[in-house]
């Protein structure tokens, strides 16, 4: 049967074109439909003809409007996929090469790390250290595309260069990565990294972020005298990717460190029974140094009480922002910058609603009031001393702790 088109005309049809251009995905397929069912006597190929639609398409659109279920379309698995997706290998072992040398924003203004490995020296390392070919692996420009996907910056801000560098600065970095590896590979050994954040001040002051409400948060432009604080450590399993933050309302010292190590174990020793080694990432800050008696004697007690091996593994001085956890530190600072923390419960409760890498960290409280410079005695600390087995190239940078029953 014929059908003739005798109520449009040429500027109705341009019309009708132009108002479905507009429209995408089941939309332009409903309008389709219904011009289709009111001037072709829902014929999709004279659709087709008329108005240059596709006729898969038309015919679709009926469908969906006689059986009212509309079709989703899937837009983002169209097309040619990432090489790091389309090769999970891959990008497995460029983060393995560019992870230990990477650190964060020192202001912890972004979430970005920056390395210091160029994508040249990522694809040889790719070839003599992971085994890949040559002609397996994509150009530099590829492998630069995907570090800066992956947030691995391969260009450096001045304000994230080390203002200072010590002899043994290659040296440590090389004992701590291969530290690393090694516990990574043992299946009763367990790695950890620790730190503590600045200070944060409880009050209305603005902390240069932004926000989506509907209307803006209005905070003080001036300092108000004395602020309450709370001093966040973090403890980042390197095994699981779960980040635990521990807010404590006193001072930040040797005793709240390992308290907050202490607290750490005891929440998680149920799915840890089989670990045997601890090794612990951690910068040589005045609190946590392997020289500071009052640290080292905590330690050791820990170790003892928990059977376990402790292995401190330090990052170099004026090099602290490698150290795993301090990445977590960008993400938090982002993720509550466009609020006024002027309370312990407004804190703490923002900390809970940020993720790391998909998973909300596990959040606790320490309200135990600490005192500042308790040190031991050169005698008793002698004792504790012998106990400690140090490398003897970088004695103060790598140390470990045999447990005793």
């Known amino acids: 049967m014929s059908i003739q088109i005798t109520s449009l005309s040429n500027k109705h049809i341009a019309t009708i074109k132009y108002a479905a251009r507009k429209l995408t995905g ?109 002609g397996s692996l994509p150009c530099e420009k590829t492998i630069g595309n995907i570090l800066n996907r992956l947030g691995y910056r391969l260009r450096r801000v001045q304000k994230a260069k080390p203002l200072k560098k010590i002899p043994q600065t290659d040296d440590i970095f090389e004992k701590t990565k291969r530290a690393n590896e090694v516990s990574d590979l043992r299946t009763d050994s367990l790695r950890i990294s620790i730190d503590s954040k600045a200070k944060v001040d409880l009050c209305d002051s603005s902390r240069g972020g932004t926000s989506r409400c509907k209307k803006a948060v209005k905070a003080n432009d001036h300092d108000m005298g004395l602020k309450d604080k709370v001093t966040p450590f973090g403890i980042l ?21 390992v308290d907050c190590l202490e607290q750490w174990w005891l929440d998680n020793k149920e799915n840890n029974l089989h670990i045997r080694q601890l090794v612990i990432n951690l910068d040589n800050g005045p609190h946590s140094a392997s020289n500071r008696t009052q640290f080292m004697m905590r330690i050791v007690e820990f170790a003892d009480r928990h059977n376990l091996e402790v292995v401190l593994a330090y990052y170099p001085p004026y090099y602290s922002k490698y150290n795993p956890i301090e990445r977590c530190w960008g993400v938090l600072e982002n993720h509550w910058s466009g609020t006024l923390l002027n309370t312990i419960e407004v804190t703490v409760e923002w900390a809970k609603t940020m993720t790391w890498k998909g998973v909300k960290p596990v959040v606790k409280l320490v309200e135990t009031v600490y005192k500042k410079g308790v040190r031991i005695t050169k005698k008793v600390f002698k004792t504790i001393a012998d106990r400690i087995n140090r490398d003897e190239a970088l004695p103060k940078y790598y140390v470990t702790i045999q447990p005793q029953s």
Not at 28 to 33: C, D, I, P, V
Not at 38 to 66: I, P, Q
Not at 92 to 105: F, K, M, Y
Not at 237 to 257: A, C, R, Y
């Open 26 to 134: 089941s939309k332009r397929r409903e309008f389709q439909a219904q011009v289709t069912v009111d001037y072709m006597n829902s014929n999709g190929r004279l659709a087709e003809k008329t108005f240059g639609w596709c006729r898969h398409a038309v015919t679709l659109g009926l469908h969906e409007k006689r059986r009212g279920i509309v079709c989703i379309s899937n837009f983002k698995a169209r097309g040619n996929k990432k090489t790091e997706e389309k090769n999970k290998s891959l990008e497995i072992d460029i983060c393995c090469l560019a992870e230990p040398e990477s650190q964060t924003d020192p202001k912890f203004q972004t979430a970005f790390k920056y390395t210091r490995l160029t994508a040249k020296a990522v694809r040889l390392a790719l070839i003599t250290e992971k085994g890949w070919s040559h």
């Open 237 to 257: 399993n390197m095994t699981t990717g779960l980040l635990t933050i521990i807010f404590g309302v006193s001072f930040e010292t040797s005793d709240f460190i």
